[in-house]
């Protein structure tokens, strides 16, 4: 007994090591998110914390988790959130998260703890078919681990950078554009009741400066004739 535990443990110790040195642990600091989250290069990693940066639970179907990734891409989207760094690092996370659980095979071995750095640089894995949104509302396509992270990445580099910028401006380009005439015209109109307002004001002024000089002048007019 005691020398197939020196056995199983010869064979364990040597995982555990290059568990700690290729594959470090991650977490996103600043966001409120207390589980370890999965980027890629991690090993070990919660069980739920992609599922939390989606906002919906670990039974949640392929169109919920859909419908999540919409809603939180959009509203973590840097031209949105203009000048936050943990906006950024959030959509990064959120599309990260997406990658993994949009695919039911990434998903699966994410759920049992399987899933490695080779499931995403590996061609990509495209998420699975789910119904589509509703048509008003504004759906990216379904990322794949080779839109987001490149194909495999070049020698000494850690990791590869996602492009949001590109993705936005292909598909909510057109959104963004009529919030940036929405927040002009308003702006328009905010300065126009302005203008209206300091006219009123001047006239108001005028016609008491007017009044004014009446009396007065009437006042000159009958201590004349007294």
């Known amino acids: 007994m005691a020398a197939m535990r020196r056995g199983w443990w010869s064979r364990l110790l040597p995982w555990r090591l290059l568990q700690a040195r290729a594959f470090p642990l991650n977490s996103t600091p600043g966001l409120g998110l207390g589980a370890r989250t999965y980027s890629q290069g991690d090993c070990s990693y919660s069980r739920t914390a992609l599922y939390d940066l989606l906002g919906v639970p670990s039974t949640a179907t392929q169109a919920q988790i859909k419908a999540a990734y919409y809603r939180q891409c959009f509203l973590y989207h840097p031209d949105r959130n203009s000048g936050s760094s943990e906006a950024a690092e959030r959509f990064t996370r959120i599309s ?53 992270y490149g194909s495999r990445a070049a020698p000494g580099a850690n990791r590869t950078m996602f492009n949001f910028d590109a993705f936005y401006q292909a598909h909510y380009g057109e959104q963004l554009e009529r919030e940036r005439r929405l927040r002009a015209r308003r702006e328009a109109l905010r300065k126009r009741q302005e203008n209206a307002s300091l006219k009123g004001l001047r006239w108001e002024e005028t016609r008491d400066v007017a009044a004014i000089f009446l009396v007065f002048s009437i006042f000159i007019i009958i201590g004349f004739y007294i």
Do not use: F, H
């Not at 699966?108 to 699975?128: C, H, Q, T, W």
């Open 96 to 148: 990260q998260a997406y990658v993994v659980l949009g695919s039911a095979t990434l998903r699966r071995k994410y759920d049992r703890g399987l899933l490695s750095d080779e499931d995403l640089r590996g061609p990509g894995v495209r998420p699975s078919r789910t119904p589509a949104p509703d048509p008003g509302s504004p759906c990216p396509p379904p990322p794949t681990s080779r839109t987001y």
